[in-house]
């Protein structure tokens, strides 16, 4: 059967239905996270979490957001007004707006033509979602300086340094999987790990490491929540926020969470697919295939509903994942000092995706040279290679040598010493007097 | 923040006007030129408002960038005259506003307050009594540490703990709540005694407690002692040397920290302390880690303080057999001619104390606890009563530790000091 895309004005119907669903599940998995968050903690914590407001508390979203636009909204007197408002707005843009490069699930065949799920599959998928995220900055930081608050100001002094630093090493840890996929576009990079027969967590594990670690700084997420800190900065650029602007704050860091672990899922963890060759599906010079033969032919392949929504429910699974890696560790680590964070930003994260960066290229290129064929023995290779630097990276993390004095913590600092009366040559009471 | 200079004429021999009255003082500021704006510190409020001051604290912090140039603390927000309101009390009516003072560990403060009036009285009390104060004061220092691992593990921005010790607070809560009647403003001792006896049951509780916090500060223990983020966030923060550490007055876990094996229960012994086999904490830093280490192992020294004290406790009466002191039961007050005088003259006029002064040194929750009264002869009243508040002087430090770090830093430091705020401002 000949599969084409889905074309003319039936194309415009299907770009608005995607772009209203992806946007609407966005939001309510976003006012869920908020729940899940809660409840996960509970959990943890070992008490009870929302549980008044509907069934097991799952209406406790809907009477947040309600609360939230009834509440009253401040503007401090002394606040840059137009500046004020605008960055709530300009936070909340980028957090959503970057979900439109992600795909979602395997290509949906209609009547009218296979339709691709995704909302635009751009050819510079990744260079759009770098863009986007580093403008979330802007808000932070025009949120924490219009308040005219002094922690507000911390904060988002915090903030933009904090997050300009780990962009850098969030980009370099990319540069690996770019160079594996040997394109930016995010269809492209998960046509890539189905090929390579292997998702690229494995073969790239120190860049899926590294880049988790970033994407948590770059979502302002403990243990990297240096420009809220509630115990140092009050609640940093957000202090003088209430209502829906904080509110917009609010949303915005959890669709960052949702858009990141999203990514992750994309880049590291298959996206959509699904293990197998059965869910493959790819636009190749005009036709929807599933891979190639080995005497270079293509297969076509066969979309179908529930290979869509199987695949769509491949993708919200790692994506939940992700979410649930964020919340298990806000609620077990302690947060870093923030000149902390600034040092394993560029004396750690950076070189080490330097380096690691290069040692992928070389890897790459020498396995092209030798002429190893693109598929799983490839990867194992690379899983190779890449498992040695991540142990390489673990121990030297392991041997306290980013945290200063942590190498002496395994010896015992406190001595107890059982002290007879009078020995510690402090006078008893008769004798003093 | 343009520096001004204001010049006031102090002289002794004012200069004279012509109508023989001094010239006016030139009181109006002389400006001087703006200074250069460009590295100029920030001035910051740290409280009395804020999460992370334990009460209504105001530290004046002077920022360079972050780094903390210097910090002031501001005191008195809570200031109540407890030491003065004590001296229009009588020696009974006074135990109500000890608890005040350090309500995260109120039975201290109980205990420490009559055992400086039964000293001063020469008032020997009961074995059992003796037993059960050592019981009720290991467990506050149990329920004040408690509290100050989980602030300070909030602080750090680990939330669990924080629930996880306060989980365990609250069976200390109920436990306050049987033996007293009250969670927080405990009141339970009386000069000569408590105010009751244990309730039926109530050693099973506190059994109960003891078998399941082990376990709780072991969790703890695994979220935080060996956590590397922990560990970076203070080691080396907030150092403080022995001999600085001892000019400073520091006492307590503050100061065993820095090296100094300076305990009260085991240096100056009272209740028979130095019968109870338990060991000190020393540290050898100085610094937020070291405190942190120090205060939970005491928590678990506690822990076997309060078996032994379990297991010795005697039978008997708790309250000294003086009618003088002690209040005798309401039955005889209804139905004995002699009891019912002197339940009427302990509650009108108060005990007698005699003429002098004394000062007794306990080792609270916080550091040394002293209690200093003064009586005249005869006096149902103190004529002077001042209390040496660890937290006070534990305070006094944090200038010094927090020069230099950066806010964070400063944060972390005033946790690791373990104040209340109630006995500083007192």
């Known amino acids: 059967m000949d599969y084409q895309p889905i074309s003319g004005v039936w194309s415009y119907v299907a770009m608005s239905l995607k772009v209203t669903l992806i946007f609407t599940v966005v939001m309510v998995v976003v006012a869920y996270t908020t729940l899940a968050e809660r409840r996960v903690s509970a959990w943890i914590q070992d008490r009870h979490g929302p549980n008044r407001v509907g069934p097991f508390g799952l209406l406790q979203p809907i009477a947040d957001g309600i609360k939230n636009i009834l509440k009253e909204e401040t503007l401090p007197a002394t606040a840059s007004r137009v500046f004020f408002i605008l960055a709530p707005i300009l936070v909340l843009f980028p957090s959503l707006v970057t979900f439109a490069v992600i795909p979602i699930a395997a290509p949906l065949p209609t009547p009218a033509g296979v339709v691709d799920m995704i909302i635009a599959d751009i050819p510079i998928g990744i260079l759009y979602v770098l863009a986007f995220s580093s403008l979330a900055v802007y808000g932070v930081v025009l949120g924490g300086w219009a308040s005219n608050n002094k922690y507000a100001f911390l904060g988002g002094l915090r903030a933009s340094a904090q997050m300009v630093s780990y962009e850098v090493a969030l980009g370099l840890s990319l540069l690996a999987v770019l160079m594996l996929a040997g394109n930016v576009t995010l269809t492209e990079i998960v046509w890539q790990q189905q090929q390579l027969g292997m998702w690229f967590a494995f073969p790239l594990s120190l860049a899926f490491i590294l880049f988790v670690i970033s994407a948590f700084a770059e979502t302002n997420r403990l243990p990297f929540d240096m420009p809220e800190a509630e115990s140092e900065l009050v609640t940093g650029y957000h202090t003088e926020y209430s209502a829906m602007k904080f509110s917009a704050f609010m949303i915005s860091e959890f669709g960052h969470m949702v858009t990141a672990s999203a990514l992750m899922a994309t880049l590291f963890l298959g996206g959509w697919d699904l293990p197998g060759s059965w869910d493959n599906a790819h636009w190749y010079q005009g036709q929807l295939i599933s891979g190639f033969a080995a005497d270079g032919s293509v297969i076509l392949a066969s979309p179908a509903l529930w290979k869509t929504l199987a695949t769509f429910g491949g993708f919200a699974a790692k994506t939940g994942f992700f979410l649930v890696l964020y919340i298990w560790i806000r609620w077990t680590l302690p947060r870093f000092r923030y000149d902390q964070v600034m040092s394993l930003g560029w004396k750690v994260m950076l070189p080490t995706a330097l380096a690691y960066a290069m040692l992928m290229a070389g890897t790459i290129l020498t396995l092209d040279e030798i002429g190893l064929a693109y598929g799983f023995g490839y990867g194992l290779v690379l899983t190779a290679v890449s498992g040695m630097a991540t142990v390489g990276f673990v121990f030297m993390l392991d041997r306290g040598r980013t945290i200063t004095g942590a190498a002496a913590q395994r010896t015992q600092r406190i001595q107890t010493k059982t002290i007879q009366v009078g020995e510690a040559g402090h006078p008893q009471p008769e004798e003093a007097a | ?426």
């Not at chain 2, 006031?8 to 030129?33: H, T």
């Not at chain 2, 001035?43 to 972050?66: F, K, M, S, Y």
């Not at chain 2, 307050?113 to 050592?134: A, D």
């Not at chain 2, 009108?348 to 929750?365: F, L, N, R, V």
């Open chain 2, 1 to 426: 923040m343009a520096e001004r200079t204001i010049e006031l004429n102090v002289s002794r021999n004012p200069e004279m006007g012509v109508d023989g009255l001094p010239k006016a003082s030139p009181l109006a500021p002389i400006d001087i030129a703006e200074p250069d704006l460009g590295t100029e510190e920030m001035l910051i409020n740290i409280g009395p408002q804020h999460p992370a001051t334990h009460g209504v604290l105001r530290l004046i912090c002077e920022l360079d960038g972050e780094t903390v140039v210097d910090v002031t603390p501001d005191i008195g927000f809570l200031h109540s005259s407890f030491e003065k309101l004590g001296e229009y009390r009588t020696w009974n009516q006074i135990v109500t506003l000890t608890d005040r003072m350090d309500y995260l560990a109120p039975l201290i403060y109980n205990c420490a307050y009559v055992m400086s009036v039964e000293k001063l009285m020469g008032i020997e009390v009961t074995e059992r009594c003796k037993v059960v104060r050592v019981i009720i004061m290991e467990m506050d220092r149990i329920f004040g540490h408690l509290l100050w691992l989980g602030t300070t593990a909030i602080d750090v921005g680990a939330f669990t703990p924080f629930l996880y010790a306060f989980q365990q607070r609250e069976k200390i809560y109920k436990l306050h709540e049987s033996l007293t009647g009250a969670r927080i403003t405990t009141s339970a001792t009386r000069v000569g005694g408590m105010m009751a006896d244990l309730p039926e049951g109530w050693i099973d509780q506190l059994n109960d407690f003891l078998d399941h916090f082990p376990n709780t500060l072991g969790e703890i223990d695994r979220l935080l002692t060996g956590n590397q983020i922990h560990i970076g966030r203070t080691q080396g923060v907030g150092v403080i040397g022995a001999d600085e550490a001892i000019n400073y007055g520091l006492t307590g876990a503050n100061l065993r920290a820095a090296g100094v094996d300076y305990d009260v229960r085991k240096d100056q012994p009272y209740y028979d302390y130095e019968t109870y086999d338990f060991e000190v904490p020393i540290g050898e830093h100085g610094d937020c880690y070291d405190r942190y280490l120090c205060r939970m192992e005491e928590m678990r020294q506690s822990v076997r303080i309060l078996r032994q004290a379990i297991d010795r406790l005697p039978g008997g009466p708790i309250n000294v057999q003086d009618p003088n002191i002690s209040l005798p039961s309401k039955t005889d007050c209804m139905s004995d001619m002699e009891s019912m005088i002197h339940h009427f003259k302990l509650i009108t006029d108060g005990i007698p104390a005699p003429e002098g002064d004394c000062y007794m040194a306990i080792e609270g929750s916080k550091g040394e606890l002293g209690m200093y009264v003064v009586a005249e002869e005869g006096g149902t009243k103190p004529v002077r009563w001042r209390i040496r508040p660890p937290s006070f002087v534990n305070l006094s430090a944090i200038p010094k530790l927090a020069r230099g770090h950066l806010v964070s830093d400063l944060i972390m430091i005033n946790a690791s000091l373990d104040i209340v705020l109630g006995e500083i401002d007192r």
